[in-house]
């Protein structure tokens, strides 16, 4: 399987998902392609449980909504890379910080 993909500068990568039950999920590896992250919450609003089809290409944050993250710039992502965790009954981004 080939994971990498040439990236727009402004989109950060899903590095792990640690969310076992998203469709998307495999052995902790997101296969969305791209992901949007919430507005007031930092809730990953890819996730599902529903069949979907699985993406090989390196996933990254296409739309960040979250204003009062340290890493947004007008909707776009700016760390790193991103980790996907568990937050209740739903996906969240872990490496939001407020800003």
């Known amino acids: 399987m080939d994971m990498e993909r040439i990236m ?17 999920n495999t052995e902790e590896i997101c296969h969305a392609g791209h992901i949007t992250v919430g507005d007031d ?9 529903k069949s979907v089809s699985l993406d ?3 996933p990254c944050v296409s739309k960040c909504m979250v ?4 890493f947004n710039r007008e909707m776009d992502c700016h760390a790193s890379g ?3 965790g568990g937050h209740v009954d739903h ?9």
């Open 8 to 24: 727009v500068e402004s989109e950060s990568p899903v590095l792990t998902c640690m969310v076992l039950d998203c469709s998307y």
């Open 41 to 49: 919450h930092p809730r990953c609003d890819t996730y599902t449980t």
């Open 56 to 58: 090989d290409a390196m």
């Open 67 to 70: 204003t009062h993250c340290y």
């Open 82 to 84: 991103i980790t996907v």
């Open 91 to 99: 996906a969240d981004c872990m490496t939001s910080r407020q800003s």
